[in-house]
């Protein structure tokens, strides 16, 4: 089946540093979604990525897709307290569902 | 985003009855609704996949006739857990996807069940 991993499993930054999580499959993919959930919370929904090579920004968050579309990262800029969560990709493999990655926790120290 | 809620938020059971949880998506129309299980600090773990008007796909290892899913319109999808014991005790969330919107998937604020 789908093997998703991602790394690191737990971040500890001081706020104004990047981070940087990956998300690596052990299959080629058809696209990637990345989801935050802050603690307490429910997952929200960031980015989709379709192509390879695909680079993406939303502010301070870049999202990449890799060349062989089997991995892909998400970075952020000078991260900030509201930055705390954890970061989940979801993959599809040409197929109707997504699989979740373990996910990388973010905490960021003031 | 779409909004997607999900009722009750929290709910107590004794062991061997029966809990329903409903997932709404409020302002647009699933073709799919997913049903995810979470357990502390983990992933989410995907039970089931329903299409408006048809039976759910479950995934490897989860029990039909133990957790029945039910998806009667495009706005609605629900999961009872049938004879719940306190191993079921968790935290499930769904979420509502449409091909019309690129797939992207909308998350319930969750239900967290706990079996006495």
């Known amino acids: 089946g789908q093997q998703v991993m991602q790394i690191p499993q737990y971040q500890h930054v001081q706020e104004g540093e990047d981070f940087t999580t990956y998300c690596n499959s052990s299959t080629t993919l058809s696209n990637i979604q990345w989801y935050k959930q802050r603690p307490g919370g429910h997952p929200v929904f960031l980015i989709q990525l379709v192509k390879s090579g695909e680079v993406k920004k939303q502010k301070r968050l870049t999202f990449q897709f890799g060349e062989a579309k089997k991995n892909s990262s998400l970075h952020i800029t000078a991260t900030q307290t509201t930055d705390v969560g954890t970061y989940f990709c979801?993959?599809?493999?040409?197929?109707?569902?997504?699989?979740f990655g373990p996910g990388t926790r973010l905490s960021v120290l003031p | 985003g779409a909004v997607v809620s999900q009722h009750p938020s929290r709910v107590i059971c004794k062991s061997g009855t029966s809990v329903k949880i409903e997932c709404r998506s409020l302002?647009?129309?699933?073709?799919?609704m997913f049903w995810y299980r979470q357990f502390p600090k983990q992933s989410l773990m995907l039970m089931a996949t329903s299409n408006e008007g048809s039976k759910a796909t479950y995934e490897q290892g989860v029990e039909k006739d133990k957790f029945l899913i039910n998806h009667a319109s495009l706005t609605l999808s629900t999961l009872t857990v049938t004879s719940a014991h306190p191993e079921d005790s968790s935290f499930y969330i769904c979420?509502?996807?449409?091909?019309?919107?690129?797939?992207?998937?909308?998350f319930g604020p969750g239900t967290r069940l706990t079996v006495t």
């Open positions: 979801a993959v599809n493999n040409y197929g109707q569902n997504f699989v």
């Open positions: 302002d647009f129309q699933a073709t799919t």
């Open positions: 979420s509502a996807s449409s091909w019309l919107a690129g797939y992207e998937q909308y």
